[in-house]
């Protein structure tokens, strides 16, 4: 069964950079797929954040893209994300998710940390 | 404001259906074969239950079927139960450069 895990501080001050680290089990990153972050702020919807796959390509919401960095490592069955210069408006809920890399649906989710940006 | 849109709630009673539908553009939903939906009950993750447009994943009731009709995708939930209440989100591949987008979700309430 494949299980996503998210980690990271809870608590992010303005801007400063937000980290999290989503670890896989039951698959092996290598194998396949795309590994991305979705994020869910207090009440509203969700919206996509970016992907990765296992060689490093990365894709990125350009409204995010020039603070967004997700990376892999393989060795550890792992992906990171990192939002640089963060403000209350990246509070939010983070998902970490496995990607369909034909048709972009997520089949398999983390349970979600919660990020609060505050000084 | 999200990229698709769909009505903030619906509502019905058990045993009934209801659908709900997530509109988008020739670059997204109308132009590729790639819409999802997932379940988010309060609190919880979201949970995939159509892909490719109609396809369910293994587990999700039939009672669960997706469509499309130009730049509109449907989720029709049939035999209401109570345990459908929870809030629904479309997903759709964008040609555009955000890659995926999401509708701004759906409050299902059954009465």
């Known amino acids: 069964q494949v299980q996503l895990q998210e980690s990271g501080p809870g608590l992010v001050k303005p801007s400063e950079t937000l980290s999290l680290t989503c670890a896989v089990s039951?698959?092996?990153?290598?194998?396949?797929?795309?590994w991305g972050w979705i994020r869910q702020p207090p009440g509203k919807g969700l919206e996509w954040i970016g992907s990765?796959?296992?060689?490093?390509?990365?894709y990125y919401n350009t409204s995010l893209k020039s603070r967004v960095t997700i990376s892999v490592d393989t060795s550890k069955n792992q992906f990171s994300l990192k939002l640089s210069s963060v403000t209350a408006a990246d509070t939010a809920v983070y998902y970490c998710?496995?990607?369909?890399?034909?048709?972009?649906?997520?089949?398999?989710w983390g349970k979600g940390t919660t990020v609060t940006v505050s000084s | 404001q999200s990229a698709l849109t769909q009505p903030p709630s619906v509502s019905g009673s058990p045993g009934q259906s209801v659908t709900i539908s997530c509109t988008g553009t020739?670059?997204?939903?109308?132009?590729?074969?790639?819409v999802s939906w997932y379940q988010q009950p309060p609190g919880t993750a979201p949970k995939l239950i159509i892909y490719?447009?109609?396809n369910r994943p293994s587990g999700v009731p039939d009672r669960f079927s997706g469509s499309k009709s130009g730049n509109t995708a449907s989720l029709t939930i049939s035999g209401l139960q109570a345990e459908d209440e929870a809030d629904y989100y479309c997903?759709?591949?964008?040609?555009?450069?955000?890659?995926?987008?999401f509708g701004g979700g759906t409050q299902l309430t059954v009465l």
């Open positions: 998710a496995r990607a369909s890399t034909l048709s972009y649906y997520m089949d398999v």
């Open positions: 039951g698959y092996s990153i290598s194998s396949g797929y795309y």
């Open positions: 990765i796959y296992h060689s490093g390509s990365t």
């Open positions: 020739s670059s997204d939903v109308g132009g590729y074969n790639r």
């Open positions: 490719e447009v109609r």
């Open positions: 997903s759709s591949y964008t040609s555009s450069s955000t890659f995926v987008v």
